[in-house]
């Protein structure tokens, strides 16, 4: 079956500028989470939806938000871009969030 | 909260050679425990994961990793390195009963031919 989905592969965006950053679950998986990685940082937890409902929230400004469609779909929005912003995001899905996470191949986001 | 601890940042090996790749975890409870691979480039997958039950684990790929509740530590093992496992690791604890893991910093595995 088909894996974790994220497009897109890269993007480049201008400091100031939002963006937004998709990520198709696999078929059936209700749960889906974002990551933010980077070499300083390493891998920090952004937030996890379920059935369209934000359940879990890390320690992000409210600049970064996120939405869940009735697909589990998801979608991550960054408003506002900072260079530090620059970035691996990494979606995963689960059957539940309670269940084995699948990761994507993830949105390399480049903040100039 | 809980927490995970990559001591190393960097390991190099011979192919060929064993290796142990360290991680302890600070979480009050009997957690849930994960090793991870990325490739350069690339996502996360899963190699083996620590619920209960017998305390050392097989995963994918030749490895496997023993939870030790003594020294809050769930070391990955391999006995034979290959070159093709030159990867970036990382640890990782879930708690409360939940897959969303909380990562280590990760470790950086570099295989000399």
């Known amino acids: 079956k088909a894996g974790v989905t994220q497009t897109p592969r890269y993007l480049i965006k201008t400091r100031g500028q939002q963006v937004t950053l998709s990520c198709s679950p696999i078929s059936g998986h209700r749960s889906v989470s974002w990551y933010q990685q980077t070499p300083g940082q390493g891998l920090q937890f952004l937030f996890e939806?379920?059935?369209?409902?934000?359940?879990n929230k890390g320690n992000f400004p409210g600049r970064f938000s996120g939405r869940q469609f009735s697909n589990s779909r998801s979608e991550m929005n960054v408003s506002t871009l900072e260079l530090g912003d620059s970035a691996l995001y990494l979606c995963?899905?689960?059957?539940?969030?309670?269940?084995?996470?699948?990761f994507g191949q993830g949105t390399r986001l480049t903040v100039v | 909260a809980q927490s995970v601890t990559q001591p190393d940042i960097h390991i190099t090996v011979s192919e060929g050679a064993s290796l142990e790749l360290r991680c302890n975890y600070s979480y009050g409870a009997t957690p849930y425990l994960f090793w991870y691979v990325q490739s350069p480039g690339q996502g996360l997958q899963l190699l083996l994961k620590?619920?209960?039950?017998?305390?050392l684990v097989q995963g994918i790929k030749g490895f496997e990793a023993e939870f030790k509740r003594s020294q809050s530590s769930f070391n990955l093992r391999k006995p034979s390195v290959h070159w093709s496992d030159a990867a970036e690791y990382f640890c990782?604890?879930?708690?409360?009963?939940?897959?969303?893991?909380?990562f280590g910093r990760g470790t950086s595995l570099i295989v000399h031919p």
């Open positions: 995963a899905s689960s059957l539940t969030g309670y269940t084995e996470a699948f």
């Open positions: 620590y619920f209960s039950g017998d305390t």
């Open positions: 939806y379920f059935s369209e409902t934000q359940r």
């Open positions: 990782a604890v879930g708690a409360g009963g939940s897959y969303i893991p909380t």
